[in-house]
Each structure stands twice: as C-alpha cells, then as structure tokens.
C-alpha cells in the first residue's frame, strides 16, 4: 500500500474538492501519516473519507471534518490552543503543526498513553497533555486563543467560552446524542460572544460536568 499516493488523493479528493483552501493546513495534512494514528489492522482505511473505531468505543474523526474544524479556528502560527478529546492524537498533531503550543486533554487514559507515545515518535514536542475531564477546560494554562471539542456536547460549554482570550475562538459539535451542527463561538474584546451554527455532524460523546453524564 502507497500512504504517500492515498494521503495526495485524500486532500485532493476530500479537502480541496469540498472548499478546504488554507495552505498551511493542506501541506500538514498531505505530509502527516495519518495511517500511523490508526489501529495497525485499519492501516489501509486511514485515508478513506470516514471515520475509523480507534479502540474503547471512540474513533478517529473523518479527515475532512478534522480539516473543517481546523479551518475554523484560524490559526496563523503562533497561538496557543486547546483540544479537549485527544483519541488518537491525530487532531492535536496537526495544530501541533499549524500553532505555537497544544494543550490536550483526554478522559480515557489508554487512548492518552497511546498518543503520547506516537508525539514522542513524531517529534511533536510542542503538545502538553493530560488525562482529565476536559469539559471543564484547562484553568491553570488559560486563556487560549483557540479551542477545539472534538466531541458532541450537549449545549456550548461556558467553562470553555471563560477560557478563550479576547478574539478567541472556539468551536464545538452541539446536539443531541445522535447528531450536532459544529458551533463556532467567538469572544468579543468587551467579554462577550457570538455564536454561529453551521455544518451537520456526528461525534461520540463528550462525557463530563460539562457535557452529557455517561
Ligand atoms: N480528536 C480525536 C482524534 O484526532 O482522533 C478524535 C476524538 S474522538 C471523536 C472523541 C474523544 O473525546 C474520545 O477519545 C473520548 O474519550 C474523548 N472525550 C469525551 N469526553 C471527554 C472529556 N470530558 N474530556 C476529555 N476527553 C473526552
């Protein structure tokens, strides 16, 4: 199997041809081995346009809504940034690449081991982590100037919209159970903020104070 030919045809096929155009992001997803963050047996589905189980009931994210909700975020290099729902630490691999520091938090602590293990293969020194509820954010490393929830939550997490700086933005699949729509919230320099919802979709849960109970 070809990585290298299925990554080039993943971007082409499912990034750039759906409105994906921020550069920098392109070149990260089209070098980052994204087979490498999959189970060894799902190797040669990495690059399919779908989301793939990565073990205790999670799954690593479509690579088209990874890219999306990247987008979203803005980043320009230099930004400090939090993920809550490392899972296979693809997500937080490539804003490794596209901002100054990561910060990600995952509740499930063998999903955590295994991503830690594959930044330290990858050289990713710039990603801090922990195992934690991270619906509540990371109040000791605020304030951010993005944050990604790449899980489903029932209504916006206001722990998380307090720990944006002036300007930051957030984004967050909300709904129920089932199906959300990615919500990006932006903070206002005067300490308030908007909200706009836009693309359908579906995460796995995100279980917390903050999100649904189990
Ligand atoms: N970003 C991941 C990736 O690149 O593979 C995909 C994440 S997966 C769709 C959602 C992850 O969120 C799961 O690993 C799950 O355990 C985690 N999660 C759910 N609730 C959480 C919480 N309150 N704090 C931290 N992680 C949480």
Not at 9 to 14: G, K
Not at 180 to 190: E, Y
Request: charged share 20%.
């Amino acid at each position: 199997m070809n990585f290298d030919i299925s990554r080039k045809r993943m971007v082409e096929t499912q990034l750039v041809a759906r409105g994906i155009t921020d550069r920098r992001l392109i070149e990260v997803m089209l070098n980052l081995p994204r087979h490498m963050f999959v189970q060894e047996a799902m190797a040669s589905q990495a690059y399919n346009d779908t989301s793939l189980p990565i073990g205790e009931k999670q799954t690593i994210s479509q690579p088209y809504m990874v890219a999306l909700m990247t987008e979203m975020l803005s980043l320009s290099g230099k930004e400090r940034v939090l993920e809550i729902g490392t899972g296979s630490g693809y997500q937080a691999a490539v804003l490794s690449k596209l901002a100054g520091r990561v910060y990600t938090i995952e509740r499930i602590p063998s999903l955590a081991s295994r991503s830690r293990k594959l930044f330290d293969t990858l050289g990713l020194t710039n990603i801090s982590m922990k195992i934690d509820d991270g619906s509540v954010g990371w109040a000791s490393e605020a304030p951010f100037d993005a944050i990604i929830v790449t899980a489903g939550a029932p209504e916006v997490p206001l722990a998380l919209v307090q720990q944006l700086q002036p300007d930051g933005r957030l984004v967050v699949p909300v709904g129920d159970q089932v199906s959300q729509v990615l919500n990006l919230v932006k903070r206002s320099a005067d300490d308030g903020f908007t909200v706009e919802a836009s693309t359908p979709c579906r995460f796995v849960k995100l279980i917390g104070s903050e999100g649904w109970s189990q």
